[in-house]
């Protein structure tokens, strides 16, 4: 699974998918490649990057190859056309004379004229000292088929040797390749090209001609120029002269792919200086569109999302360059196959991209960025986490005053406060103030919910602004259920616990529920305590400094003869907001009291905590029961310690009669200390002699650097203050090392010992006496 970490916490990526998935797409894309390549679709695109390449490489010839040149103004001098053959004769002598190295004709002398001139050009070529080459040609008809073979006449070629000007056309006429030479009645005659090269290649194959050279660098001299020797030695001594035709008059003119149309003499010296740098071999489009393949593979298996598509984006321009530099060296590529492999790649990647994009959008809310109720359906069917629903049901009415810009702060507020204690899974908003997490299975569920809540106690604030958030819980642990059903029963649990007054109610599987159930636990509430379903279990605490058993916490326990055990939790709220808390805290008090006393008789001296919900501190009635029954049992008031748990709804009027519960010589402790957010102020005006911290921060004692600071800055700020500090949810032996250290005063939870029966807890303080002494 994929998983990106975001401010809210980790979210599932399914639709990022890995770069062995992206395979297909390039085979796919290859697939095209291989098609247009077979197929050779797409030739004149390939013509047309190539010439682009070419023009990208443009350079000069090297100036070996010196064409003389029968342009205009050759025609005009002469007025005649064809030009005599004594005015051949006559650029024969004068080339000579000039020191020219080899003498090319690129014109065809395959039939006689006047004899005369005939004559005086076969005297030319028969006394020059330098070597002459005329031209010959295998003249093909693609309608009827026939070869012609062409040749100067006999009178001619005795004095001269022969190369052909044969070029090699395509369908559109533009001349990309000529042969290295053809054979003739038996012969092999090499080309003007590879003649001029001097190249010994003796094959009929087609080389591509490097059209990045430009015809304007190959050097020309005027025929005329060199009849009235008017041009100047430099220029033809020592080189390579090609006669030819230079004039749009004479039509021997092609289309040379870049430069457009030229004369047929321009394009043997191309070819020629193309031979003189080396042999142009052909790279297959195979091979390129092969490196393409390869190229995206490579960017699929180490980048991702956009990043995979600039990968993909430089792979064309990979080729490109690469083909460009492959052709310095005669190197020539096909590459429109490997393009298109790779365009099409680019193509579906951005698409898949767009749409993760789209699918991602669908999946948080635009607001506040958080992932939506289609985020959380889409995680895993079935998850072995608590689903958790915090229903804000003033929600839209904050929202609706607050400005514009404050509802991703407010919900940011919210998803603070959901997020802690819940590991690393992230909290999902759907739009109507409904917010969902998962929590890792423990049995601490319940904590968790009340910790939950009493978060929420705390006004958010927007600067001076404070709106009070009314907010009720929805807790599901049926893990067997499908994760869409079991978010349906927390919600409706959310609305239950709402309705009913509750904080947090535990999701009850649908059929399973039974509402009547809810209506008669309050009337059951009497009956249990008389028939004694309702019992008191009481949790030992450890002193540090001495290491004794000093106390414990009496902790109510409804056993239901039908439902089994109902979590104190849920019960005392019912009764808290039933009115029905006294009863109830009357019977606890008195059996905690009774048994502290008890215990005292026998000669064991320990502390006894008893929680007291604050409601109770409105019952005019309190402090008399709290003296009376300490009165009864004769147990001294400072062994008595009370732990209010919502310091948040002490008013004037309760802070009052704590002072008296405080002049008794009553302890008084706060009780999930570090759960509400402003309770700092309280540990000042509240006259409590000790303060609790809650368990949510000494789980994480050995993990969490911020709950160890949290924990310790709390001991010491206590004891500035005066108070004693004891530590719950204690439940193992680091946790108990770590608050040791940390100079806290007790601890309390599973690892110094569960909450018990009073029996068993006679005899745990029994053997540990036993053991302190021993
Ligand atoms: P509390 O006062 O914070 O009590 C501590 C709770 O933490 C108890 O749950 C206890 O069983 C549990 N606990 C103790 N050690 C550990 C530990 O090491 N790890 C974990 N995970 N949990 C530990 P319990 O008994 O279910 O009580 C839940 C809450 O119900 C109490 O929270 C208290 O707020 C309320 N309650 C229980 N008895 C009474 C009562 O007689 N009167 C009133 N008003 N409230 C009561
Ligand atoms: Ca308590
Ligand atoms: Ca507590």
């Known amino acids: 699974m994929n998983f990106v970490t975001t401010w809210w916490g980790r979210v599932e990526r399914p639709l990022q998918k890995s770069g062995a998935g992206r395979l297909p797409v390039i085979l796919c894309a290859a697939l095209v490649g291989v098609v247009a390549g077979l197929g050779q679709f797409g030739s004149p695109v390939e013509d047309m990057l190539r010439s682009a390449r070419n023009l990208a490489r443009s350079h000069d010839a090297s100036g070996q190859v010196v064409i003389i040149a029968l342009d205009d103004k050759s025609l005009t001098g002469v007025q005649k056309w064809p030009w005599p053959r004594r005015y051949h004769a006559k650029l024969v002598d004068n080339l000579t004379a000039m020191g020219a190295r080899r003498i090319f004709f690129d014109i065809e002398f395959s039939s006689n004229s006047n004899a005369k001139d005939d004559a005086i050009l076969a005297g030319a070529l028969a ?55 053809v054979k003739m009645d038996g012969t092999f005659y090499p080309s003007f090209a590879a003649s001029l090269a001097g190249s010994s290649i003796q094959e009929e194959q087609y080389f591509r001609l490097d059209h990045a050279i430009r015809p304007e660098s190959i050097p020309s001299v005027s025929a005329i120029d060199v009849l009235d020797k008017s041009a100047p030695v430099a220029s033809i001594a020592g080189k390579d002269v090609v006669i030819g035709a230079a004039s749009m008059q004479l039509a021997d003119i092609f289309n040379a792919p870049g430069h457009g149309l030229i004369s047929g003499v321009y394009l043997h010296a191309i070819a020629a200086e193309t031979l003189m740098k080396g042999r142009p071999t052909e790279l297959s489009w195979l091979l390129m569109l092969s490196l393409a393949a390869l190229m995206m593979t490579l960017a699929s298996s180490f980048l991702r999302g956009f990043r995979m598509l600039a990968g993909y984006c430089v792979v064309p321009i990979a080729i490109l360059a690469g083909a460009t530099i492959l052709e310095h060296f005669l190197i020539v590529p096909a590459v429109l196959p490997a393009l298109l492999t790779s365009a099409i790649g680019i193509l579906i990647q951005s698409v898949l991209l767009l749409r993760q ?72 908003q759907s739009d109507d103030g409904t917010f969902i997490t998962l929590f890792a299975r423990s049995d601490s569920v319940e904590d968790h919910a009340s910790a939950l809540h009493n978060l929420f106690r705390e006004p958010v604030t927007f600067g001076p602004t404070r709106f009070d958030l009314i907010v009720t819980l929805g807790v599901d642990g049926e893990v067997e259920r499908p994760l869409t059903r079991r978010l349906a029963d927390a919600l409706n649990a959310a609305d239950e616990a709402f309705g009913k007054g509750l904080k947090w109610k535990m999701a009850v ?61 849920e019960f005392i709220q019912a009764a808290e907001q039933s009115g029905r808390i006294d009863r109830l805290t009357a019977f606890v008090m008195d059996d905690a009291i009774g048994a502290a006393a008890a215990l005292a008789a026998r000669g064991t001296f320990i502390d006894m905590s008893v929680n007291l919900s604050a409601r109770m501190l409105g019952d005019d009635g309190l402090v008399a029961m709290v003296s009376g029954l300490l009165h009864t049992h004769r147990f001294p008031p400072e062994r008595l310690i009370l732990e209010i748990t919502e310091t948040a ?47 949510s921060f000494v789980q994480n004692l050995s993990t969490s650097m ?62 540990h006496e036993r053991r302190q002494a021993a």
């Open 357 to 428: 994009r789209m699918a991602e959008r669908a999946s948080v809310n635009p607001i506040s960025g958080l992932p939506n109720l289609k985020a959380f359906r889409d995680t895993a069917p079935f998850v072995t986490d608590y689903v958790i629903v915090a229903r804000v049901h003033n929600f839209t009415k904050i929202v609706a005053s607050l400005p514009d810009d404050c509802e991703k702060e407010l919900v940011r507020q919210i998803a603070a406060r959901l997020s802690v204690g819940r590991g690393d899974s992230p909290v999902f």
């Open 649 to 695: 709804a002490i008013d004037a009027s309760r802070l009052a009669q704590l002072t008296r519960l405080r002049e008794l010589g009553v302890g008084l402790s706060i009780d999930d200390y570090g759960t509400g957010l402003s309770t700092l102020e309280y540990l000042k005006c509240i006259p409590a002699t000790e303060i609790k911290i809650d368990g």
């Open 127 to 181: 006394r020059s000292k330098t070597e002459v080459t005329l031209a010959n040609l295998l003249a093909f008809d693609p309608v009827t088929g026939t070869q012609t073979n062409t040749f100067p006449i006999p009178e001619f070629r005795r004095h001269a040797r022969q190369a052909t000007i044969n070029l090699g056309y395509e369908e559109d006429g533009s001349v990309w390749k000529i042969p290295y030479g």
């Open 706 to 767: 911020s709950d160890r600071l949290m924990v310790s800055s709390t001991i010491n700020l206590a004891h500035a203050l005066g108070r004693r500090v004891v530590a719950e949810g204690v439940e193992d032996p680091a946790s108990l090392e770590a608050l040791s250290t940390m100079q806290c005063d007790e601890a309390q939870g599973y690892y110094i010992g569960r909450p018990m029966p009073l029996r068993q807890l006679y005899r745990a303080l029994a053997r």
């Open 509 to 569: 599987a649908e059929g399973v529920e039974d509402t009547e159930w809810h209506l008669s636990l309050l009337g059951q509430l009497d009956e249990a305590i008389e028939r004694k379903h309702m019992w008191v279990a009481y949790q030992p605490k450890l002193d540090l400094a001495s290491g004794r058993l000093c106390g414990a916490e009496a902790l109510v326990r409804w056993a239901h003869p039908k439902r089994g055990n109902i979590s104190p939790i």
